[in-house]
């Protein structure tokens, strides 16, 4: 599937159900509704949902294109997207870790300023320094 798809795919499903909130279950249930429709929108043969990362953790993928070995994770909020950020890396290391075919990568999806914030300072060194191992990380805004 080609990445654009993906991309347009979650920005589509992020105008349709995210309202900013200042109640936490309410943009939880929201931020629930966007993924779901993201990931129902961009199913095919070449994408799997909800992918496991190694048994024995509940820890999974948001999305993975198996046709490019790409790995998609979504911050819906744009508070703290860092904390995701740091935290997919690592659920895409544990993956490649535990399954032979191994994923080239991580694109992150976000809010515009958090993608922003996550494209420059630390958050650029950390894809600089991935990128030397062969591990692209990729930051898009919504």
């Known amino acids: 599937m080609k990445d654009n798809k993906i991309i347009e795919s979650a920005r589509l499903a992020y105008g349709q159900h995210w309202r900013s909130t200042s109640d936490e279950s309410t943009g939880d249930k929201q931020a ?3 993924t779901e429709a993201w990931q129902q929108d ?3 043969n070449e994408i799997e949902c909800e992918a496991l990362i190694r048994e024995g953790l509940n820890e999974k993928i948001d999305l993975i294109d198996h046709s490019v070995n790409m790995a998609y994770e979504m911050k819906v909020s744009g508070k703290n997207p860092h904390h995701e950020f740091y935290r997919d890396i690592f659920k ?3 993956y490649n870790q535990r399954h032979a075919k191994k994923l080239k990568g991580l694109v992150f999806i976000t809010e515009q300023d958090g993608a922003d914030k996550l494209n420059k300072g630390l958050g650029k060194a950390v894809q600089e320094l991935l990128a030397r ?3 692209d990380i990729t930051v898009k805004g919504i």
Do not use: Q
Request: proline content about 0%; aromatic content about 0%.
């Open 32 to 34: 629930t509704k966007v």
């Open 133 to 135: 191992h062969e591990l």
């Open 92 to 94: 895409v290391i544990i």
């Open 42 to 44: 961009a199913v095919c």
